[in-house]
Protein backbone atom coordinates (compact mmCIF):
# COMPACT_ATOMS: atom_id res chain seq x y z
CA UNK A 1 0.00 0.00 0.00
CA UNK A 2 1.29 3.14 -0.81
CA UNK A 3 0.19 4.79 2.28
CA UNK A 4 -1.44 8.65 2.71
CA UNK A 5 -1.24 10.50 -0.10
CA UNK A 6 -1.27 13.92 0.05
CA UNK A 7 -0.77 16.77 -2.66
CA UNK A 8 0.91 19.33 -3.41
CA UNK A 9 3.76 18.68 -0.90
CA UNK A 10 4.43 22.43 -1.14
CA UNK A 11 2.20 25.63 -1.93
CA UNK A 12 3.25 28.72 -2.38
CA UNK A 13 0.70 31.54 -2.89
CA UNK A 14 -0.51 34.95 -2.38
CA UNK A 15 -2.80 36.73 0.42
CA UNK A 16 -6.54 36.41 -0.89
CA UNK A 17 -5.86 33.31 -3.13
CA UNK A 18 -7.93 29.97 -2.99
CA UNK A 19 -5.53 27.13 -1.72
CA UNK A 20 -6.79 23.41 -1.93
CA UNK A 21 -4.76 20.59 -0.67
CA UNK A 22 -5.83 17.14 -1.35
CA UNK A 23 -5.59 13.56 0.25
CA UNK A 24 -6.05 10.02 -0.68
CA UNK A 25 -6.38 8.00 2.76
CA UNK A 26 -4.96 4.32 3.08
CA UNK A 27 -7.63 2.13 1.01
CA UNK A 28 -10.50 0.52 3.45
CA UNK A 29 -9.57 3.20 6.11
CA UNK A 30 -13.12 4.64 7.37
CA UNK A 31 -11.86 7.64 9.40
CA UNK A 32 -9.94 10.98 7.60
CA UNK A 33 -8.49 13.33 9.69
CA UNK A 34 -6.87 16.86 8.56
CA UNK A 35 -4.23 18.50 10.98
CA UNK A 36 -2.43 22.04 11.02
CA UNK A 37 0.84 22.42 12.31
CA UNK A 38 2.69 25.09 13.82
CA UNK A 39 5.54 26.04 15.90
CA UNK A 40 3.06 27.79 18.34
CA UNK A 41 0.13 25.85 18.14
CA UNK A 42 1.76 22.64 17.90
CA UNK A 43 -0.62 19.86 15.99
CA UNK A 44 -4.15 20.45 15.77
CA UNK A 45 -7.24 19.00 14.67
CA UNK A 46 -9.42 20.63 12.08
CA UNK A 47 -11.38 18.24 11.02
CA UNK A 48 -12.20 14.39 10.64
CA UNK A 49 -14.68 12.38 8.78
CA UNK A 50 -16.25 8.71 9.18
CA UNK A 51 -17.39 6.76 6.17
CA UNK A 52 -17.09 10.50 4.10
CA UNK A 53 -19.50 12.30 6.54
CA UNK A 54 -17.90 15.17 8.65
CA UNK A 55 -18.05 14.41 12.49
CA UNK A 56 -16.83 17.14 13.77
CA UNK A 57 -15.49 20.32 12.45
CA UNK A 58 -15.29 22.62 15.55
CA UNK A 59 -11.42 22.73 14.68
CA UNK A 60 -11.48 24.33 11.71
CA UNK A 61 -10.36 28.07 12.39
CA UNK A 62 -12.90 29.88 10.67
CA UNK A 63 -15.17 30.50 7.95
CA UNK A 64 -12.30 30.79 5.29
CA UNK A 65 -11.51 26.93 5.76
CA UNK A 66 -14.09 24.23 4.06
CA UNK A 67 -13.08 20.58 3.94
CA UNK A 68 -15.22 17.77 1.74
CA UNK A 69 -14.77 14.04 1.45
CA UNK A 70 -16.69 13.16 -2.00
CA UNK A 71 -15.85 9.27 -1.46
CA UNK A 72 -13.77 7.10 0.33
CA UNK A 73 -10.89 7.31 -1.61
CA UNK A 74 -10.76 11.23 -1.42
CA UNK A 75 -10.52 14.26 0.11
CA UNK A 76 -10.02 18.35 0.13
CA UNK A 77 -9.39 21.03 2.24
CA UNK A 78 -9.83 24.34 0.96
CA UNK A 79 -8.72 27.78 2.01
CA UNK A 80 -10.55 30.82 0.73
CA UNK A 81 -9.20 33.55 0.75
CA UNK A 82 -5.99 32.47 1.90
CA UNK A 83 -3.81 34.60 4.93
CA UNK A 84 -0.46 34.88 5.79
CA UNK A 85 -1.65 33.34 9.54
CA UNK A 86 -2.43 29.96 7.74
CA UNK A 87 1.04 29.46 6.60
CA UNK A 88 1.91 26.00 8.10
CA UNK A 89 1.94 22.27 7.46
CA UNK A 90 -1.05 20.29 6.50
CA UNK A 91 -1.34 16.71 7.39
CA UNK A 92 -3.95 14.41 6.46
CA UNK A 93 -4.36 10.76 8.23
CA UNK A 94 -6.45 8.13 7.98
CA UNK A 95 -7.31 4.70 10.18
CA UNK A 96 -9.37 2.12 10.52
CA UNK A 97 -11.75 0.97 13.11
CA UNK A 98 -12.19 -2.77 13.83
CA UNK A 99 -14.80 -3.67 16.55
CA UNK A 100 -15.54 -0.37 17.51
CA UNK A 101 -11.61 0.35 18.89
CA UNK A 102 -9.62 3.07 18.18
CA UNK A 103 -6.92 2.28 15.31
CA UNK A 104 -4.21 3.35 14.88
CA UNK A 105 -3.53 7.07 12.77
CA UNK A 106 -1.37 6.70 9.82
CA UNK A 107 -0.29 9.95 8.47
CA UNK A 108 0.21 11.82 5.00
CA UNK A 109 3.84 13.62 4.11
CA UNK A 110 1.75 16.71 4.86
CA UNK A 111 1.30 20.10 2.56
CA UNK A 112 3.98 23.11 3.27
CA UNK A 113 2.06 25.85 2.85
CA UNK A 114 3.47 29.63 2.51
CA UNK A 115 0.61 31.96 2.07
CA UNK A 116 3.09 35.77 1.14
CA UNK B 1 -12.96 17.79 25.46
CA UNK B 2 -10.33 15.56 26.11
CA UNK B 3 -6.80 17.69 27.46
CA UNK B 4 -3.28 16.34 27.14
CA UNK B 5 -0.28 18.26 28.71
CA UNK B 6 3.44 16.72 27.69
CA UNK B 7 6.56 17.24 29.82
CA UNK B 8 9.24 18.64 29.25
CA UNK B 9 9.04 20.16 26.03
CA UNK B 10 12.63 20.28 25.55
CA UNK B 11 14.94 17.07 26.79
CA UNK B 12 18.89 16.48 26.15
CA UNK B 13 20.72 13.12 26.99
CA UNK B 14 24.18 11.56 26.46
CA UNK B 15 23.90 8.77 24.16
CA UNK B 16 23.44 5.20 25.78
CA UNK B 17 21.63 7.13 28.64
CA UNK B 18 17.87 6.46 29.35
CA UNK B 19 15.07 9.18 28.03
CA UNK B 20 11.63 9.62 30.09
CA UNK B 21 8.79 11.77 28.73
CA UNK B 22 5.36 12.19 30.55
CA UNK B 23 2.11 12.93 29.68
CA UNK B 24 -1.14 13.81 31.73
CA UNK B 25 -4.96 13.50 30.12
CA UNK B 26 -7.66 14.83 31.63
CA UNK B 27 -10.98 12.66 30.28
CA UNK B 28 -11.33 9.43 32.05
CA UNK B 29 -13.42 7.68 29.01
CA UNK B 30 -9.68 7.89 26.93
CA UNK B 31 -8.72 4.18 26.65
CA UNK B 32 -5.57 4.52 23.54
CA UNK B 33 -2.45 6.72 24.20
CA UNK B 34 -0.25 6.32 20.85
CA UNK B 35 3.11 7.93 20.95
CA UNK B 36 4.31 9.10 17.69
CA UNK B 37 8.38 10.18 16.68
CA UNK B 38 8.57 13.40 14.02
CA UNK B 39 12.01 13.78 12.09
CA UNK B 40 12.68 16.95 11.06
CA UNK B 41 10.60 17.97 7.68
CA UNK B 42 8.71 14.27 7.96
CA UNK B 43 5.30 13.20 8.86
CA UNK B 44 4.52 11.99 12.39
CA UNK B 45 5.16 8.60 12.38
CA UNK B 46 3.66 5.99 15.81
CA UNK B 47 6.16 4.19 17.36
CA UNK B 48 3.95 2.50 20.18
CA UNK B 49 0.77 2.33 21.53
CA UNK B 50 -0.98 1.22 24.47
CA UNK B 51 -4.41 0.56 25.30
CA UNK B 52 -5.98 0.97 29.13
CA UNK B 53 -6.66 -2.94 29.70
CA UNK B 54 -2.47 -3.09 30.55
CA UNK B 55 -0.43 -0.92 32.36
CA UNK B 56 2.88 -1.49 30.40
CA UNK B 57 4.07 -2.50 27.19
CA UNK B 58 7.37 -2.74 25.30
CA UNK B 59 8.95 -2.88 22.42
CA UNK B 60 12.93 -3.06 22.06
CA UNK B 61 14.05 -0.12 23.50
CA UNK B 62 11.20 1.20 23.96
CA UNK B 63 8.46 1.19 26.62
CA UNK B 64 5.21 3.05 27.61
CA UNK B 65 3.90 2.89 31.05
CA UNK B 66 0.29 3.84 32.15
CA UNK B 67 -1.24 4.85 35.19
CA UNK B 68 -5.20 5.18 34.61
CA UNK B 69 -5.77 6.21 38.05
CA UNK B 70 -3.35 9.22 37.97
CA UNK B 71 -4.31 9.82 34.31
CA UNK B 72 -0.57 9.59 32.78
CA UNK B 73 1.41 8.03 30.59
CA UNK B 74 5.17 8.04 30.39
CA UNK B 75 7.62 7.25 27.54
CA UNK B 76 11.04 5.28 28.22
CA UNK B 77 13.82 5.05 25.78
CA UNK B 78 16.68 3.29 26.88
CA UNK B 79 19.84 3.62 25.60
CA UNK B 80 19.67 6.34 23.50
CA UNK B 81 20.83 6.98 19.94
CA UNK B 82 21.82 9.80 17.65
CA UNK B 83 18.54 8.75 15.35
CA UNK B 84 16.66 8.86 18.48
CA UNK B 85 17.28 12.48 18.06
CA UNK B 86 13.37 13.81 17.21
CA UNK B 87 10.28 15.40 18.26
CA UNK B 88 7.66 12.94 20.22
CA UNK B 89 4.24 13.42 20.54
CA UNK B 90 2.08 11.76 23.05
CA UNK B 91 -1.92 11.18 22.25
CA UNK B 92 -5.17 10.28 23.83
CA UNK B 93 -8.36 9.05 22.00
CA UNK B 94 -11.38 10.89 22.81
CA UNK B 95 -15.10 9.71 22.35
CA UNK B 96 -15.32 9.40 18.48
CA UNK B 97 -12.10 7.76 17.58
CA UNK B 98 -10.04 11.38 17.45
CA UNK B 99 -7.16 12.11 18.80
CA UNK B 100 -5.67 14.67 21.19
CA UNK B 101 -2.08 15.43 20.90
CA UNK B 102 0.11 16.91 23.37
CA UNK B 103 2.55 19.69 22.70
CA UNK B 104 5.43 17.93 21.80
CA UNK B 105 8.88 16.73 23.07
CA UNK B 106 12.24 17.87 21.07
CA UNK B 107 14.66 15.06 22.49
CA UNK B 108 18.60 15.44 21.19
CA UNK B 109 20.95 12.53 22.21
CA UNK B 110 24.09 13.95 22.09
CA UNK B 111 27.32 11.86 21.07
Known amino acids: DAGVIQSPRHEVTEMGQEVTLRCKPISGHDYLFWYRQTMMRGLELLIY????????DSGMPEDRFSAKMPNASFSTLKIQPSEPRDSAVYFC??????????????FGPGTRLTVL | GENVEQHPSTLSVQEGDSAVIKCTYSDSASNYFPWYKQELGKRPQLIID?????GEKKDQRIAVTLNKTAKHFSLHITETQPEDSAVYFC??????????FGSGTQLTVLP
Open chain 2, 50 to 54: IRSNV
Open chain 2, 91 to 100: AANGPARQLT
Open chain 1, 93 to 106: ASSFTSGGVTDTQY
Open chain 1, 49 to 56: FNNNVPID
